[in-house]
């Protein structure tokens, strides 16, 4: 008999010695320790919520046959019976990335060729590689190695190389992030990926973290062994290689022609260039490939003392030295027009990070390591932008106008940050007051900042609902819109301001031979979400093609 306890409120030290926990699921089941088997941990939570803050567990176990259990479940916890002979969570929900399906012979000329090598890229290239099927894999930016010498000249000296940066090169955006790998997509594939990243260095943990992450120098040591299995498995990445355009014969993309002239001609093809790469949709555009303008967001980065976040959380002096880790939030506020504002991507212990691929012009993201030990939080706090608020910025029916929407308010963001990719800034209170504040702004953005209006970098209608929302978001978090709080402008790219439209099954509608994917095609939202998504497009063109079906 397997069981299940959910909402078990229990400190680490209980959970992590096996004889401590097996005395506790014995008294929460009335049976004899002797009795308990293969206790295992499968999600695990902080309730900060409550004071003190609790360590939450969702724990199986397996009792004798012939044991006869009188559960008591703690206040808060819950207890299930599981199918018998159930095998644990950690065993099952096992996708293409662990057991390939049988495959029938595929027809000849059944090349693929994977446009950009971020998680959606790499995760499809690995699991057509598992699928007998290697793809080509073109990607405009550099290795890893070369990518981080590069990012490093910017964010020191604002020295810009436009194909290699935070936004191109190996491993794509998410390789300069907080690494979160949470999602709230219902897929099976989202074990697998998980699995898989574990396989490749992850910590064990993110397999129960309700809300895990791995940080932005463990994601490098992952790419280097991502690198490793994709060349075992006979996959071809090519680095510097710019898509320029997409080659069309009748209905059919038949391959793809380079920056330098060199043509391509294999398929089908799956694009997968992250929101960033803007020649890539307008190759789509002028091929045929149907697109429409899609809502966005676009508002500034925050950033506050991390002490000062782990005590209004926890609501305690010292939560570090109770062993809690860095403390993160989620705001969300509907108002302002009816637009709603939010908090995104924040990065516990992170550094403000410059993001820009093209010269004049200024957005930043946010980033962290493992650890999360950096002075400050951050995150972006955004407000909804709709695909008709792109109206005056040019032509209504251009697919891609989101883009030009973007381009306005990043070059406003250089222009007031002085030049050298320095990002202006201003303290919450003073943004909220309508003033430049002055003296030293303390941040952790690189290269530096400069005092400035960040209104100037914003739509009106923005800044009127990000100071309605700071106020809001401080009577959640007391002092989250006062004096510790620094704004630094502009965040733009939360997502794509395009969507190229697919059927059910990932191929373009109208044009065959042809699979947009993840957070470009806007399909996902992160790391898991874009590989799922990749993962998914690359078992759907396997089996198209086995099928004789290759559209």
């Not at 993001?355 to 002075?375: H, I, K, T, V, Y």
């Not at 209006?453 to 990000?466: G, I, K, M, N, T």
């Not at 095609?521 to 198209?544: F, N, T």
Request: aromatic letters at 6%; proline letters at 7%.
């Amino acid at each position: 008999m397997r069981y299940r306890i959910t909402g078990l409120a229990l400190d680490p030290p209980s959970v992590e010695d096996p004889h401590q926990l097996a005395a506790v699921l014995a008294r929460i089941l009335g049976v004899a320790s002797t009795e308990i088997h293969e206790p295992t941990v499968v999600k695990h939570s902080l309730d900060a919520r409550r004071r003190p803050a609790r360590h939450i567990w969702s724990i199986e176990v397996d009792l004798d046959n012939d044991a006869e259990p009188r559960p008591r479940p703690p206040r808060g916890a819950n207890i299930r019976l599981l199918d018998e002979g159930a095998p644990p969570a950690a065993l099952r929900a096992k996708g293409v990335l662990e057991e390939a399906p049988s495959i029938r012979k595929l027809p000849a000329g059944f090349e693929p060729i994977i446009v950009g090598a971020g998680p959606a890229g790499l995760f499809a290239a690995l699991a057509l590689g598992r699928l007998g099927a290697a793809p080509l894999v073109l990607e405009r930016g550099p290795r890893l190695e070369r990518r981080n010498e590069d990012v490093e000249a910017f964010w020191e000296e604002g020295e810009l190389t436009e194909d290699s940066g935070v936004m191109f090169g190996e491993g794509g955006a998410g390789v300069y992030s907080d690494g979160k790998i949470y999602t709230r997509t219902r897929n099976p594939a989202v074990s697998s990926v998980l699995k898989e990243l574990v396989e490749l260095g992850a910590s064990p943990r993110i397999l129960v973290e309700a809300r895990p992450h791995i940080g932005r120098d463990l994601l490098q040591d992952i790419q280097l062994n991502f690198r490793d299995e994709l060349e075992d498995l006979g996959v071809e990445v090519r680095f510097g290689a710019r898509v320029e355009a997409l080659l069309r014969e009748g209905d059919r993309i038949i391959g793809v022609r380079l920056a330098g002239g060199e043509e391509i001609r294999r398929g089908p093809v799956m694009m997968a260039t992250g929101h960033s790469a803007r020649d890539s949709f307008v190759a789509m555009r002028d091929a045929g490939v149907p697109l429409e303008a899609w809502s966005s967001a676009i508002g500034l980065r925050i950033e506050h003392p991390q002490v000062f976040v782990d005590r209004a959380q926890y609501k305690m002096a010292e939560p570090r030295l109770r062993g809690l880790p860095p403390a993160d939030y989620h705001l969300a506020w509907h108002g302002g027009g009816g637009r709603g504002s939010y908090t995104f991507c924040m990065c516990p212990g992170g550094t403000i990070i410059g993001a820009s691929n093209l010269p004049g012009q200024l957005f930043l993201n946010g980033m962290s390591d493992g650890a999360r030990s950096g002075e400050f939080a951050n995150a972006g706090v955004v407000v909804q932008v709709r695909a008709a608020d792109y109206a005056p910025y040019g032509p209504p029916d251009d697919p891609l106008i989101g883009f030009k929407f973007q381009d306005v308010w990043e070059s406003k963001a250089f222009e007031l940050g002085g030049g050298g990719f320095v990002a202006p800034a201003q303290r919450v209170e003073d943004f909220l007051d309508d003033r430049i504040s002055r003296g030293d702004l303390r941040t952790s953005y690189r290269p530096g900042v400069r005092p400035a209006d960040l209104r100037q970098c914003l739509p009106e209608y923005v800044s009127d609902a990000l100071a309605q929302a700071l106020h809001a978001f401080g009577r959640r978090i007391q002092g989250f819109d006062g004096k510790l709080g620094t704004l630094l402008g502009v965040e733009t790219r939360t997502s794509s301001p395009v969507r190229v439209l697919r059927d059910d099954e990932c191929r373009a509608f109208g044009v065959k031979g042809f699979y947009p994917v993840g957070e470009g095609a806007g399909y996902a939202g992160g790391i898991v979400s874009a590989a799922v998504d990749g993962i998914r497009a690359a078992e759907l063109m396997v089996e198209h093609a086995s099928a004789r079906l290759v559209p």
